[in-house]
């Protein structure tokens, strides 16, 4: 398959062996708390099925062979800056990419999601999954290589999903609603779902290294499923899972010498912001339902926030969802940094249109004491 | 839509055929913020899978016509009460009965949930919506008297979803993971949305009226996926909604010529409670990812609450799962009532016995000031 070449009117630095400096670019400034001439912005999901280009290069491709192609997997994750002009390129994978390159029996089953050969439940069970090798993660180093190499002064996000989301799936078996049965072992069997958790955050761990060692300029752990936790339980029995996923990158270094922004996203509610914080992240994901100025207050203002404009909105008149936009950009002011982006991932079904002209409004968008 | 009028025995007449006064039972009590014995207790979904004499008598037959068949629907919800002596029966239905039961092209697929003919997004087919009839509750009707005949003394709760989550499937056209369709009519089309929820309000009422005329002492109205809303929009585009169902229930009078306490329960955070309770509950249902003693710090001392076990606890060795229900039942105290309940329904999966034990622990629990 030939793919397309970097699109004319967003020229990227010229490929040399050693990434490009991302530090002064406006997504690390803001995620440090240094103010920069514009607000960044980048979606959750931003590669993927929205974009025609994405769905031309996937055809007859299934999507773990997809995030296992480095060229593939590279030029996705590079599409999205090309047509949008967003400030990062996130690195196209998914959560179960390590799972599947340490040889775990992991499927991703279109229209339902990850579908693991057999649940995860016992002692047994955590203690024969297979362990995951430097040599295995070799496609994504590649990939990351090839797509910091095309980005230039762009930063790419690495990308990994938490032990709690990752648990949740491999206890399931596959997707479920209220991932009743992770909870169900965390409160029978405290010490197997503690192996599994820790087992996750491992694989967690060696994914991002590996993005970062390649070229990853800054990081961001997703944990999709940590709202059907209480806050609570997630101290006990998930944070030092994530915690350790977060830490395994504090002795990393970019090619300015600096450390590595650690964003720390889960899709809940205000109420679990602190925790998500104190796993050690640098910046904080908020989810679509909290007002922003509330995540603020709660964090504090020298926190980095990220965020968080409901996807459903992408749907909407466009003054609606502008109008929207600047509530959020405002109330972002007084945080330490702010990232713009959707308080959940970009729906497969949104008009890409809508997102470029997102783009644009973010950036055109003044602050009144900036 | 026109709402079963009132019976002309109710409110008042204590004829040979009404059903018993409920007013002394623990649950009812507890409703009202009065003293009682014993803290009362019921589950949410506890007639259900679960119990093998429910898959006996539901082998061979639909949901939705176990649901339309009085004598099993009556039986189906006594079978937990006689076998577990909870304090309540829950009447045994679905929350697209009311649709159904009016003409709308709807079934519950076994494993996957309820699923329109077609989804409703527009104004036109809003407006298409068939009205429900007083003639078309009869069925209704027929399951509530034949259940409260049985029950005697144990009040019925009567029944029904809320119009966020009823138009949330219906706008999908099915289930859904983020309810993002229903958010997005919200946001482009505030009109067509607000005819939409409050013909869903209008389905929800007349099948409530129907099921307290019939003899249920109290009703629940069930949200499953309000957590899918800030509070800010749950406020603007659904709140109304949810008030006119528990209004239209506000004039109806049990035997004992009393209002009919109305308990709101649903699936979301803390920062939601106090929107459920000024919706117009008398109660309020908590989720169980929220400590039940924060949850009657922010809904005030004079609302009796429900709740809140973690259903994954039902699998969890019984020392543990005790001692949970020993710190609600501990919070529960310092509320107006408490009735105890899981904070989500209960799973097909659980060993009927474990709930059975868990009727008799809360029953035998001695309160410290009583």
Redesign the interface.
Known sequence: MSLPAAHPLNPVSPASNAPASTADSALVRALRGESSAHVPVWFMRQAGRSLPEYRTVREGVAMLDACLRPDLAAEITLQPVRRHHVDAAVFFSDIVVPLKLAGVDVDIVPGRGPVFGSPVRTAAAVDALPELTADQLAPIAEAVRLTVAELGGTPLIGFAGAPFTLAAYLVEGGPS??H?AA??L???EPEVWERLVMKMADYSAAFLRAQVLAGASTVQLFDSWV???????YRAHVRPASARVLASVADLRTVDARSVPRIHFGLA???MLCDLRDAGADAVGVD????LADAIDRLGLDVPVQGNL????????SA??EAAADRILAAGQRAAGHVFNLG?GV?PTTDPDVLTRLVAHVHAWEATER
Chains 1, 2 share one sequence.
């Open positions: 609603k209220d009743l909870r169900a965390m409160f029978a709202g059907s936790l209480a806050p609570a339980v509610g205000p109420e679509y339902r909290t007002e409901d996807p459903a909105l992408l749907g909407a008149p609606v969802r959940h729906p």
